[in-house]
């Protein structure tokens, strides 16, 4: 648990932070958020006394932060920022084997730690594991800075717009990615950035700041639905509800998908029956689930033969991922035009189906 | 395989030099074409101390100098330590040789001292260029990771500024070789005897075998020192 109690941080004339309370509970993702120059990268900062608060103090677990050696603390917080800084020099094994080698673990269980991180990130260790920060893409960067600062197991994590210097969809791969470590995990995080729908989609609690003050610390539900003042409601901006979606997956929403397995000799029959129940139209998929495309079951030629509505799609155009948030959902049905979506694994799999009005009844709730 | 053309030169340029020298033939007119009071190995040798002591004197001094002064408690040196470093490369050795004489006497000191002078600057400046090379971003993720200063230095800062730092020894090193040939001046032996010697007396030969050796060991030290910065530095040629 991390408590900030009427901090304050002057640069010469610039009062960075202002009084600032705050209090993240155990186990809970924290996102700060707000205008450039708002304090937030600040605030963060003197969490792990990379900066010493002008006033103020700063509770982890109930112990002064200032108590101890700074090197110590740091070791016992994970910290991301956005420019990344791995070490040019190391390799990625070596770059995240870092304050394990601070804390002088022995050899075996540092490369032991190293392999079981790379393989959280999903990165092979074999491939990247002797490879140089210049060798990397930058998502792949940003996951190598979030496995070295999870190294030691860190109950705290400080995470500076970690996943800023990423493509739109990179950055939803490494947030999605980032939510199942975290979920998994359960460290106390705080997370700055400048993306809305990215605190959304993370937040336990987002906090809104303004001028090194917090207008607003809450959860993204009420964040939404009651904004505590005018900054707050210009901040987050008039699609308020379409932004409520980021924050579910498709796996959250989804119901169960009426299918056929179009490979039996019994489909004509399994079709005829659910015609009988009234259905519209049925998933196809081969013997393995694996999704091939859709039956129209009100086609003119059913009686004739049912599988005359069968149409062959491409899956990855139209299917969504379990991981896919209902915003992703939502914006390839209104691209492909269509009400209902399948939902599949990595593997094509069919795993359920969303409607549009599934994502109206989320957006409204 | 990479010194392969390099190796090759150094060894055709042995063998014509030492033709060119032990043929006397070559040389009408000439008595003798190698220098008659010291034999080449010992000049050499007497050539190689001043370089090696000047060198790592330079050394010892100027990296530890050049980390002093990029830290926050030395920062305010930063100028001065520039100042004296380009001061003491402005000053010819020949004029500090002259100044040292009388203080140390004739020889070996006042010769290693100009060199030392006179080769402080490469090495100062490229630490504190390599040193300051270093991205801030990633010094704040190595102090944000628990490192302490000296442990962001050792593991982080120097090997980031090894490419820089030894490109100015090896520059350092390079020009006090031939530097060095001044040594003969005030009685140091080395090179320059047998090149002065050649001056005085009119003889070529002479000239030509201490300015060929010196710049044949000039280059082979060069890539000496080449080798050594490969070994202690990581796969990372690409920083450079
Ligand atoms: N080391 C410093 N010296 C002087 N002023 C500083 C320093 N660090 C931050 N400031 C000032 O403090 C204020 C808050 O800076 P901070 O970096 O916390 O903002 P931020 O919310 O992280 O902004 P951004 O979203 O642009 O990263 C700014 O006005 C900044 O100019
Ligand atoms: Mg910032």
């Known amino acids: ?365 | 395989m990479k010194y392969f053309k390099a190796w090759l030169g150094i060894v055709l340029f042995t063998f014509l030099f030492l033709y060119t020298v032990f043929n006397i033939s070559l040389w009408p007119g000439l008595k003798a074409v190698l220098y008659p009071r010291v034999s080449l190995p010992q000049m050499l040798g007497q050539h190689l101390i001043l370089v090696a002591i000047s060198s790592f004197a330079a050394v010892l001094a100027g990296v530890p100098l050049g980390i002093f002064v990029t830290r926050k408690s030395g920062s305010g040196f930063k100028g001065i330590a520039g100042d004296l470093g380009a001061l003491s490369q402005t000053i010819p050795p020949v004029a500090v040789l002259a100044l040292a004489v009388p203080l140390v006497g004739f020889g070996f000191k006042p010769t290693v001292l100009a060199l030392f002078l006179y080769s402080i600057l490469p090495i100062l400046r490229n630490t504190i260029a390599g040193l300051e090379e270093v991205s801030p971003t990633v010094k704040e993720a190595a102090r944000g990771m628990g490192m302490t200063q000296s442990e962001i230095l050792l593991k982080v800062e120097l090997p980031l500024a090894l490419p820089v730092l030894f490109a100015g020894i090896r520059m350092s090193v390079v020009v006090n070789v031939g530097t060095a040939t001044i040594g003969a001046v005030v009685g140091a032996g080395g090179l320059g005897n047998p090149i002065i010697s050649g001056i005085v007396w009119n003889n070529q030969a002479f000239i030509l075998e201490g300015a060929v050796t010196t710049a044949v060991l000039a280059v082979l030290l060069d890539q000496i020192i080449g080798r050594i910065e490969q070994s202690v530095l990581p796969g990372n040629r690409l920083l450079s």
């Open chain 1, 1 to 365: 648990m991390i408590q900030l109690k009427k901090v304050t941080m002057v640069f010469g004339g610039t009062t960075a932070v202002n009084a600032l309370d705050l209090s993240v509970e155990k186990g809970e993702l924290c996102v700060l958020i707000g205008p450039s120059g708002c304090g937030k990268s600040t605030t963060l900062k003197m969490i792990n006394r990379m900066i010493i608060p002008t006033e103020g103090k700063i509770f982890i677990d109930g112990h002064d932060n200032m108590a101890g050696k700074p090197e110590l603390l740091r070791r016992s917080i994970g910290y991301v920022i956005q420019s990344i800084g791995l070490f040019p020099h190391m390799t990625v094994r070596d770059n995240i084997a870092v304050v394990p080698r601070l804390m002088k673990w022995d050899r075996d269980r540092v490369k032991k730690r190293v392999t079981e991180l790379m393989e959280l990130i999903d990165l092979d260790p074999v491939v990247y594991g002797e490879k140089y920060p210049h060798e990397l893409s930058g998502g792949e960067a940003q996951r190598i800075g979030v496995a070295r600062a999870l190294a030691a197991d860190p109950p705290i994590l400080l995470m500076d717009e970690p996943f800023g210097a990423v493509d739109p969809l990179g950055r939803l791969l490494l947030q999605d990615e980032f939510l199942s470590i975290q979920r998994k995990l359960k460290k106390t995080v705080v997370f700055v950035t400048h993306d809305l729908d990215e605190a959304i989609r993370l937040a336990d609690r987002i906090a809104i700041m303004k001028d090194g003050r917090i207008v607003q610390y809450d959860i993204p539900e009420t964040i939404l639905t009651s904004p505590a003042n005018s900054f707050v409601r210009d901040f987050v901006g008039v699609d308020r509800s379409l932004k409520k979606l980021s924050r579910y997956d498709a796996a959250q929403v989804m119901r169960e998908a009426r299918s056929v397995d179009i490979e039996t000799d019994k489909v004509s029959e399994h079709l005829i029956k659910l015609s009988e129940q009234g259905a519209a139209f049925v998933w196809a998929t081969d013997a393995r689930l694996q999704l091939k495309g859709w039956i129209d079951i009100k086609h003119p030629l059913f009686a004739a033969d049912p599988l005359s509505g069968y149409s062959k799609i491409e899956v990855f155009n139209i299917a969504v991922q379990r991981e896919d948030s209902l915003k992703l959902v939502l914006s390839k049905m209104l691209g492909q035009g269509i009400k209902n979506v399948p939902v599949v694994d990595k593997k094509g799999i069919l795993q359920g189906e969303i409607s549009l009005r599934d994502i109206e009844q989320v957006s409204e709730s």
